[in-house]
């Protein structure tokens, strides 16, 4: 698999840093948003990363089937470079779909994540910097982005961690 991860804080610069990267490949980028907007706030969100990226790539909004989206873009002529737009949101999205869908759809995802002939970079927040959460599903969560995290770190060539926007290089070539 040719990919990288980009892992970051609230406001770190991550998503910025990934669309960055793509913005270099000469294959089509799609962009994978993996958010709903369900307040305003959200969407208001959703709006500004809209604006910012270019016209040219394609959008597929999917909360959920991670997995299926990129079989089904392995099978585009040419393959295009996919940005997954983020790993909290979609983890979150997971918990709340149940323990059966969460391992069928993570476990479906790091295995077409493995066989994806294109480019693939993933947008993350990173958890193992925060405090432990006080209630069971906070700690779940924070426990399972991070193990995700970690699991997507050993399958990309490159993880880039973002900090004030300053990318810092933990694998791979540098920027």
């Known amino acids: 698999m040719s990919g990288s991860l980009v892992l970051g804080g609230i406001r770190?610069?991550?998503?910025?840093?990934?669309?960055?990267?793509?913005?270099?490949?000469?294959?089509?980028?799609?962009?994978?948003?993996?958010?709903?907007a369900e307040d305003g706030e959200m969407s208001d969100r959703?709006?500004?990363?809209?604006?910012?990226?270019?016209?040219?790539?394609?959008?597929?909004?999917?909360?959920?089937?991670?997995?299926?989206?990129l079989a089904r873009q392995a099978l585009l002529d040419p393959v295009p470079c996919v940005l997954i737009d983020c790993m909290s949101l979609w983890v979150s999205n997971l918990l709340h779909a149940g323990d059966t869908a969460f391992v069928r759809e993570r476990d479906s995802f790091l295995a077409a994540l493995e066989r994806y002939p294109g480019r693939v970079v993933v947008v993350s927040n990173?958890?193992?910097?925060?405090?432990?959460?006080?209630?069971?599903?906070?700690?779940?969560?924070?426990?399972?982005?991070?193990?995700?995290?970690?699991?997507l770190a050993r399958r990309c060539e490159q993880v880039v961690l973002s900090v004030a926007g300053l990318p810092q290089v933990l694998k791979g070539p540098p920027l």
């Open 126 to 151: 990173e958890v193992g910097l925060g405090i432990i959460g006080m209630d069971p599903l906070t700690r779940r969560f924070g426990d399972e982005l991070g193990w995700l995290n970690q699991s």
């Open 12 to 36: 770190s610069g991550k998503s910025s840093l990934a669309e960055r990267l793509v913005s270099q490949q000469p294959a089509p980028v799609v962009y994978v948003a993996t958010a709903t």
């Open 46 to 69: 959703i709006r500004r990363h809209r604006r910012r990226r270019p016209p040219s790539w394609g959008l597929v909004e999917e909360p959920v089937a991670l997995g299926a989206l």
